[in-house]
C-alpha cells in the first residue's frame, strides 16, 4: 500500500496534517512554507484548513482541490454536510463565512464532485406533513437584506453568480420602463452593487419601496436556491 504524505501545517497554537497525494505534495508544501494569514488570534483547525484552501485556490487549483479532499476526508464531509460540521465547532459569523466560502469554492468543478455528494434531504423537506416551506413578502424598512444578500453572494458564489446575474439584468431592463423609470433614477443593477460595493447607491435609495420590495424577495429566494443546490433538491419536493 503507498503511504499519503502527510503535510505539517501550523499558524501559533493551531495545527493541522493535509492528507494530499505525491503527485501535488511537492506543490502543497511549498505553498504551506509562503502561507500567513496574519490573524491576531489563533484559529480553530478547521478554519486554518479553509484559509489555507483560499490562500490555494488564488494560485494553484490543482493544489487546492488536493487540499480541499484533505479537508473533507478529515471532517466527514459529505457524509456529515459541511453546515453541521460548522454547527458542531461553533464558530463565529466570520470562521463560518470563511469555512462556508472555502468549501463551496470549488463548487462547479467536476473533479471534486464527489466532495459535494448530498448527504440525504433534509427532513423538513422529506415530511409528508410539510405543506409550506416559505412565505415571501413585507419591506424590513432596514439594511439588513442588502446585508444578507452580500453575505450569501460571498459565501455561496459558485452556486449563485449565474442566477443573480440574469436577475439583475432582469430588474434593471424592468426598471428603464417608460412607465417605471422616474422610480429608478440609479437603475436596479443588483449584480452589480453586490460585487461592486462602491458602485452602490445610497441608503435612502436602496430602502425605498420600489427597490427594497423587490431585493428583500431576491435576498429570500438566493437563500431557497442555495438550499436546492447544495443539496440537490428540486422545487417540486417542496410543493
Not at 494530499?20 to 490573524?39: K, M, N, T, W
Not at 464532485?113 to 434531504?121: F, I, L, N, S
Not at 406533513?129 to 459558485?158: C, I, K, N, R
Not at 434593471?172 to 422616474?182: F, G, I, K, Y
Request: aromatic residues 10%; contains cysteine.
Amino acid at each position: 500500500m503507498v503511504s499519503i504524505p502527510l503535510i505539517r501545517l501550523d499558524y501559533k497554537s493551531t495545527s493541522v496534517e493535509l492528507s494530499v497525494g505525491p503527485a501535488v505534495s511537492g506543490q502543497v508544501q511549498e505553498l504551506v512554507a509562503r502561507f500567513d494569514p496574519d490573524l491576531a488570534d489563533d484559529i480553530a483547525p478547521i478554519e486554518l484548513y479553509a484559509r489555507f484552501l483560499l490562500f490555494c485556490a488564488k494560485r494553484d487549483q490543482t493544489a487546492a482541490l488536493a487540499v480541499l479532499e484533505s479537508m473533507c476526508q478529515e471532517y466527514g464531509v459529505p457524509d456529515t454536510d459541511i453546515h453541521v460540521v460548522v454547527q458542531q465547532h461553533s464558530l463565529s459569523t466570520a470562521s463560518a463565512q470563511c469555512v462556508l466560502k472555502a468549501y463551496f469554492a470549488f463548487w462547479g468543478v467536476a473533479a471534486v464532485q464527489h466532495c459535494y455528494a448530498t448527504a440525504g434531504v433534509p427532513e423538513l423537506l422529506a415530511s409528508k406533513s410539510t405543506h409550506m416551506m416559505a412565505m415571501f413578502g413585507g419591506q424590513s424598512g432596514t439594511s439588513v437584506y442588502v446585508e444578507e444578500a452580500a453575505w450569501l453572494y460571498d459565501v455561496y458564489a459558485p452556486l449563485l453568480d449565474g442566477y443573480l446575474q440574469r436577475i439583475s439584468a432582469f430588474l434593471d431592463n424592468e426598471s428603464q420602463d417608460q412607465r417605471l423609470a422616474p422610480m429608478y433614477g440609479q437603475g436596479f443593477d443588483v449584480y452589480g452593487w453586490i460585487t461592486r460595493p462602491d458602485t452602490a447607491p445610497g441608503m435612502s435609495y436602496l430602502l425605498s419601496s420600489p427597490v427594497g420590495i423587490p431585493f428583500n424577495a431576491l435576498a429570500q429566494l438566493m437563500q431557497v436556491l442555495v438550499l436546492f443546490k447544495a443539496y440537490g433538491v428540486a422545487p417540486a419536493l417542496c410543493l
